[in-house]
C-alpha cells in the first residue's frame, strides 16, 4: 500500500505572518481621529439633536437682540423728541413770561397816563394861582382810586384801623388811654396792594 499524504493543519490559535514596521504603521489608525460613529458614517442621533437645540437657541437669541436694539433705538428716538419739546416749551415759556412783564407795564403806564395828563394842565393852567392848583389837584387825586381799581391796586392804611405788622410800618408812637391799644392815629404815607402782594407798607403812628 502506498503510503498516505498528510496534509498540513493548520492551527487557528497560531500567529499571524510576522509584519513589517512600515506595514505596521500603515495600518495603525491615524492620532487625533475618531472611529466612526456606525457603521454608516452618520452621526449619532444625540447629537443631531443638541446641534438643533443649539440653532434654535441661537436663531432665539438672535431674534431678542434685534428686539432690543429697536427697542432701544425707539426709545432714543422718543428721549430726543422729548428734550426738543422741551426746548420749544422753555423758549415759549421764557417768551411769555417776557410779555406778561411788558404787558403789565404797559397797562400801568396806560392807567398812569391820564393822571399825568391832568398834573400836567393843572400846571399848565393854573397861571401861578394857588387856588387853581389845588383845586386842579384835587380833581385829579378824585380820579385816581378809578384808575387804581383798574389796575387792581388796592390802598390800605386808615386811621382808626388797628395796627397789623403784616400791612402796616408804625414809625411813631403816642400815649393816649382814649384810645385802644394798636390804634392807628395818623397815617403818614397810604399803602398798597395788588392782589394779596404788598407794593409799600402803609406809614403810621400808633397809640399805645
Partial sequence: MEEEKKTPVTDETSEAPHQTPAEEEAAAPEEGTEAPAGSDGEEP????????????????????????????AELDDRVLRLAAEYDNFRKRTQTERSNVYANAVSDTL??????????????????????KLAEGLEMILSKLPETFEKLGITPFGEVGETFD???????????????GEGVIVEVLQQGYKYGDKVLRYAMVKTAN
Avoid: C, Q
Fill in 165 to 179: 405788622p403784616a400791612l402796616h410800618n408804625a414809625v411813631m408812637h403816642v400815649e393816649d388811654e382814649s384810645l
Fill in 45 to 72: 442621533k444625540g447629537r443631531r439633536g443638541e446641534i438643533k437645540k443649539l440653532r434654535r437657541e441661537l436663531e432665539e437669541t438672535k431674534k431678542a437682540l434685534e428686539a432690543s436694539e429697536a427697542r432701544a
Fill in 110 to 131: 396806560a392807567g398812569l397816563l391820564p393822571v399825568i395828563d391832568n398834573l400836567r394842565y393843572a400846571a399848565k393852567y393854573a397861571g401861578g394861582d394857588a387856588d
